[in-house]
């Protein structure tokens, strides 16, 4: 659990690094690469589009077994009315986890990432709704899906 949450705190700290007072949110995400996360997004220049990333942490626990997920990737917004965008987006999600019985484990996935964000040019709620593909190791999940609300500074 300590190399997660090193892994997660190195990530935070580089893309807070990148960004030069940009449009920045925190959102929660159900479904996703993060299956039920709290997510960090950022944009990587002064304006509302274009090139952006992403980081968070989610996970889930039963009887004994638990996983965690650290979705981590870049998106790119398109829009003109600066509060509709659609997203594109792609990435990687280390997953780490304990299977209750065998011992710890770990793996990841890459995501694909096609929706709709609404965002406001000077703050306030933030709504996501998007396709999510995932891939891995001999497995392709194209019509996974997720939402997300959250608020941007």
């Known amino acids: 659990m300590k190399k997660v949450l090193f892994i997660f705190a190195l990530a ?6 990148a960004t030069a007072q940009t449009a920045q949110s925190f959102y929660f995400e159900l479904g996703g690469p993060g299956l039920a996360s709290v ?6 220049g002064a ?9 968070g942490i989610g996970g889930l626990s039963i009887n004994g077994a638990g996983v965690v997920f650290l979705p981590i990737g870049l998106n790119y917004l398109l829009g003109n009315d600066s509060r509709h965008y ?5 990435g990687a999600t280390p997953v780490f986890g304990n299977d209750g019985a065998d011992g710890s484990f770990s793996e990841t996935f890459g995501h694909l990432l096609f929706g709709y964000r609404l965002q406001p040019l000077n ?4 709504f996501r709704a998007f396709i999510n593909p995932i891939f891995g190791n001999g497995f392709f999940i194209p019509y996974y899906a997720g939402l997300s ?4 500074f």
């Not at 703050?123 to 933030?126: N, Y």
């Open 12 to 17: 935070l700290g580089s893309m807070h690094l």
């Open 39 to 44: 997510n960090f997004d950022t944009r990587f």
């Open 47 to 55: 304006r509302e589009d274009g090139l952006g990333g992403r980081i």
């Open 86 to 90: 659609f997203e594109i987006g792609a």
């Open 123 to 126: 703050g306030g709620f933030t």
């Open 149 to 152: 609300f959250g608020y941007k």
